[in-house]
């Protein structure tokens, strides 16, 4: 099946008590038992839903993978991936992320004895030097949050299998319609749901997607012990906005591009981060590996400091001033003080996440309405 029937019909038969075709919201904790043990392969929602495992499947299909879990937020999926590691492990990742992964990494599994290296990896091979015999998962986003940068997914999957570790990369960015993962090399793939999958702002979800049994096992175990498991409703809103990804998506691309391209020459936009542009750094690989260029947009503003920053951010009509990103709503963000706060200042102005930076989660309102909000509000 093509992208946009698997995101219609991948895990939702028709409701094999009633014949309903869309997925019921099984708001249930627990199951009948016919006898201890017994049951119709549902004991506990913690663990399996029917609601929640048609989530999971259409997950894993979109992802053209086997086994997909649903967590009750990106962070939820992330510690899931980290719980797989013991004290004394090490972890390679990239010097820009969403700013709840640098918070996890470094103020939570950091006490369980987890080293992180935040690296460069704009080339894969800038991994070779901090990879041992502790190394042993590779975290990576590609586009990166809020700086847009493309890292070589086949490239560093070479690497990761040849050094027997596990890739996951972060696909929030992209989504599963412009970029599949697993395809290049990845072991896992991680979505925080709660943006272009869910597509409307209205749940907060995670997933976790693999083709190895093994690892899903133990994800599962995690998931089912440790319980961030989302439930029926918020899965049944998923379900129905992943009916619509592929027409988002395609939305968000062509605002995405006309918006890119608008604020490319505009007098008051200094720095421009979109894969789109031939002069990204890694354009060639995200032509590569990318069937689109999304709907994010970061940019920094000509001579602003952090006042005038502020004015121009909620000087905005269409665009919304909010965290979040991937909804069919227009977005604007402030990394340095908002999503990204938790990252000291001297790390991240490092990879440009400065005072006078602003992140554009580009909707898929009118065009026209866009572009003027932005004449207007960058006046
Ligand atoms: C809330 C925001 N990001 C969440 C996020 C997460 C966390 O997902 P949550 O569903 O918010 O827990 C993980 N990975 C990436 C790339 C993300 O962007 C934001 O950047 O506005």
């Known amino acids: 099946m093509k992208f946009a029937t698997k995101a219609i019909h991948a895990g939702q038969e028709p409701d094999p008590t009633t014949g309903a075709v869309m997925t019921p919201i099984y708001q249930t904790s627990t199951y009948w038992q016919k006898s201890p043990g017994d049951n119709k392969g549902y004991e506990y929602s913690r663990g399996t839903n029917p609601t929640r495992k048609a989530l999971e499947d259409c997950l894993a299909a979109l992802e053209n993978a086997k086994y997909g879990l649903a967590f009750s937020s990106g962070m939820g999926a992330t510690d ?15 010097n820009d992320l969403y700013g709840g992964s640098y918070r996890i990494f470094t103020k939570i599994f950091t006490k369980y004895g987890i080293k992180f290296h935040f690296l460069d990896l704009s080339k894969p091979e800038n991994m070779l030097p901090y990879i041992n015999d502790k190394t042993k998962l590779v975290w990576i ?6 700086t847009m940068q493309i890292i070589d997914i086949e490239g560093v999957a070479k690497i990761t299998k040849e050094k027997n570790l596990i890739l996951t990369v972060d696909n929030t960015f992209a989504s599963p319609y412009l970029q599949n993962p697993i395809d290049l090399g990845a072991d896992i793939v991680m979505h925080s749901v709660t943006k272009y999958i869910g597509g409307h702002s209205d749940v907060v979800m995670g997933a976790l997607v693999t083709n190895d049994e093994q690892l899903y096992k133990d994800l599962w175990f995690i998931y089912n012990a440790c319980g961030a498991t989302p439930g029926p409703q918020d899965s049944f809103l998923v379900l129905r906005g992943i009916k619509t990804l592929h027409l988002r998506m395609k939305a968000h691309c062509e605002n995405g591009e006309r ?36 709907g994010m947009i970061s940019i920094t503003l000509k001579g602003a400091d952090l006042q005038e920053t502020f004015r121009i951010s909620s000087n905005f009509k269409v665009f919304t001033l909010a965290e979040s990103l991937g909804g069919v709503e227009s977005l604007i963000n402030h990394p340095a003080t908002m999503t990204h706060g938790s990252i000291p200042k001297e790390e991240r102005e490092k990879v440009g ?13 009118d065009i026209d309405d866009l572009l003027e909000d932005l004449e207007n509000a960058l006046a």
């Open 80 to 94: 899931a991936v980290l719980k797989l590691l013991s004290p004394g492990d090490e972890v390679i990742t990239g």
């Open 141 to 146: 986003e590609t586009p990166t949050n809020p």
């Open 259 to 294: 918006i890119a391209h608008y604020l490319k020459n505009h007098p008051k936009v200094d720095k421009i981060y979109w894969p789109g542009f031939e002069d990204h750094p890694n354009h060639d690989v995200a032509i590569r590996q990318m069937r689109g260029f999304g």
């Open 353 to 365: 996440v400065i005072d006078n930076l602003l992140r554009l989660s580009v909707g898929v309102e």
